[in-house]
């Protein structure tokens, strides 16, 4: 990544991931970033419009399966007596 490169981008003037021009960097991270679209100079957001909060959720509901599903699968052994005869 260089500075003038192409890179994807959500813009917060056309609400929603446009076409964008690196304007500054630090090191090889992306500073700053030029909408296309609306020449409206913010700073890189890595592509994330912020709405992804179903990891920890997700990662709840997986759990709480996984204990849930032992908890319905249990069948405790009956215990066997020895038969003595013969
Ligand atoms: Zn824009």
Not at 45 to 58: M, Q, S, V, Y
Not at 60 to 75: E, M, P, Y
Request: proline share 2%; charged share 35%; aromatic share 4%.
């Amino acid at each position: 990544m260089r500075l003038g490169d192409s890179v994807d981008d959500y813009c917060s003037r056309c609400k929603r991931t446009t076409d964008h021009a690196v304007v500054a960097m630090a090191g090889e991270e992306v500073q700053k970033v030029l909408c296309r679209t609306c020449n409206y100079e913010h700073k890189y957001r890595h592509n994330k419009t912020g709405r992804k909060e179903l990891t920890k959720e997700e990662a709840f509901q997986k759990v709480l399966a996984s204990v849930t599903g032992q908890l319905g699968g249990t069948s405790p052994e009956a215990p066997k007596k020895k038969k003595r005869g013969g």
